[in-house]
């Protein structure tokens, strides 16, 4: 019975890593000016990563403190998600699944 809702919420998680992955190598990109937010493509991914991230990053970036220019607050939060989806996967009985 729980099977499909496993399915469903680690699809969501993958996709909400793959979402900060994205953000962090465009942030990166822009920071050593290899693309620019002034290109509308750009722009709008950057635009739409943001809007799915940040609700999520803000409350780690106020207990984390960025590190060297560094932050740190997507690790966190990718390993967080990951933990949580490995412990749901374990409490949930086999025969659920």
């Known amino acids: 019975m729980a099977g499909p ?6 699809a969501l998680v993958q996709l909400v890593i793959i979402v900060l992955i994205v953000n962090a190598v465009i942030s990166w990109l822009v920071a050593f000016d290899i693309i620019s937010r002034r290109n509308a493509f750009v722009s709008q991914i950057w635009d739409f990563t943001q809007r799915l991230t940040d609700p ?24 967080g ?13 086999p025969s659920w699944q």
Do not use: M, N, T
Request: glycine letters at 6%; a positive charge; proline letters at 12%.
């Open 5 to 10: 809702f496993l399915w469903l919420f680690g």
């Open 56 to 79: 999520l990053l803000k409350p780690l970036r106020r207990i984390i403190p960025p590190i060297g220019g560094l932050d740190l607050s997507p690790i966190v939060l990718i390993l």
């Open 81 to 93: 998600l990951l933990f949580l989806e490995r412990l749901l996967y374990a409490v949930v009985p």
